[in-house]
């Protein structure tokens, strides 16, 4: 029952910050999954990777419902989103596929330094001129590939570098987090995909798990995850970021912490 409020109220906060920053939560939901699955006895040698194409899937959810929002009020970009989404797609799909070959202890190694980097880049803001416009078919496809690929391996939606991405290419903050939402859809789905074919029949993985994506905690953070993305979007139109992000950035800095403590 524990573990079953502890998702909840991640897939809650996972939501709004999916509506609120343009992330599809898994920055969030990964180390409590992480947690929750090392306090089931699940092995640390599949344990990172159940928390991350778990996070994944619940992304898809969530991703939708932001998205929905977002839409709503004509925040989107849709032409900037055709021209990045089969780039993630495929990076996406490469990320999970290397993933099975990365030991569970590097993975989570690699996730801890993940949320350094992200709560460092939350709370100090972009540091990169701000207008230089997208860049061309082959940077746009570039950029699309590391942000697919890096986004599958820590098992997020990519809006932690998505949406420094966008802005240093010049759109407005409210329709770079917007986008990102978007671009986090196809990159969850297909990261998902790549983990459930990756974790077909290893040992080790709990009950209801179809590869690397388990059912019952992904039913659990789920839920909440799409019940509060909406309310994330409106959030986003109508308060400042700024204390918000640095607050956030303590939140992961201090996960990172637990994180690399094991």
Same mark, same amino acid.
Request: with cysteine; charged share 10%; aromatic share 6%.
């Given at each position: 029952?524990?573990?079953?409020? $502890?998702?909840?109220?991640?897939?809650?906060?996972?939501?709004?910050?999916?509506?609120?920053?343009?992330?599809? %939560?898994?920055?969030?939901?990964?180390?409590?999954?992480?947690?929750?699955?090392?306090?089931?006895?699940?092995?640390?040698?599949?344990?990172?990777?159940?928390?991350?194409?778990?996070?994944?899937? $619940?992304?898809?959810?969530?991703?939708?419902?932001?998205?929905?929002?977002?839409?709503?009020?004509?925040?989107?970009?849709?032409?900037?989103?055709?021209?990045?989404?089969?780039? #993630?797609?495929?990076?996406?799909?490469?990320?999970?596929?290397?993933?099975?070959?990365?030991?569970?202890?590097?993975?989570?190694?690699?996730?801890?330094?993940?949320?350094?980097?992200?709560?460092?880049?939350?709370?100090?803001?972009?540091?990169?001129?701000?207008?230089?416009?997208?860049? %061309?078919?082959?940077?746009?496809?570039?950029?699309?590939?590391?942000?697919?690929?890096?986004?599958?391996?820590?098992?997020?939606?990519?809006?932690?570098?998505? #949406?420094?991405?966008?802005?240093?290419?010049?759109?407005?903050?409210?329709?770079?987090?917007?986008?990102?939402?978007?671009?986090?859809?196809?990159?969850?789905?297909? %990261?998902?995909? %790549?983990?459930?074919?990756?974790?077909?029949?290893?040992?080790?993985?709990?009950?209801?798990?179809?590869?690397?994506?388990?059912?019952?905690?992904?039913?659990?953070?789920?839920?909440?995850?799409?019940?509060?993305?909406?309310?994330?979007?409106?959030?986003?139109? $109508?308060?400042?970021?700024?204390?918000?992000?640095?607050?956030?950035?303590?939140?992961?800095? #201090?996960?990172?912490?637990?994180?690399?403590?094991?």
């Amino acid at each position: 029952m524990e573990g079953l409020l $502890t998702l909840a109220a991640a897939g809650a906060l996972a939501g709004t910050l999916a509506g609120l920053l343009g992330i599809g %939560g898994g920055i969030v939901v990964v180390p409590v999954l992480a947690l929750v699955f090392a306090g089931q006895g699940v092995g640390e040698a599949v344990r990172m990777h159940l928390a991350v194409g778990t996070s994944l899937a $619940t992304i898809v959810v969530t991703a939708a419902a932001s998205v929905r929002a977002h839409h709503a009020r004509a925040a989107v970009d849709w032409r900037l989103f055709r021209r990045l989404a089969p780039a #993630v797609a495929a990076g996406a799909l490469a990320g999970a596929a290397l993933a099975r070959q990365v030991p569970g202890e590097a993975l989570r190694i690699a996730f801890g330094l993940f949320l350094f980097a992200v709560a460092a880049q939350m709370a100090l803001g972009p540091r990169v001129p701000r207008g230089r416009g997208v860049p %061309g078919r082959a940077g746009v496809a570039l950029a699309g590939l590391a942000i697919g690929a890096v986004s599958a391996l820590m098992g997020v939606g990519g809006g932690s570098m998505t #949406v420094p991405f966008l802005s240093w290419c010049g759109v407005p903050a409210r329709r770079a987090v917007a986008t990102s939402a978007a671009v986090g859809l196809p990159i969850a789905l297909a %990261g998902a995909l %790549g983990f459930v074919l990756a974790g077909a029949g290893v040992p080790g993985r709990p009950p209801y798990s179809l590869g690397f994506v388990n059912g019952a905690a992904f039913a659990g953070t789920a839920l909440a995850s799409v019940a509060c993305a909406p309310l994330g979007a409106r959030l986003a139109h $109508t308060i400042p970021e700024r204390a918000l992000r640095r607050l956030f950035a303590l939140f992961l800095a #201090v996960l990172g912490v637990r994180i690399l403590a094991g």
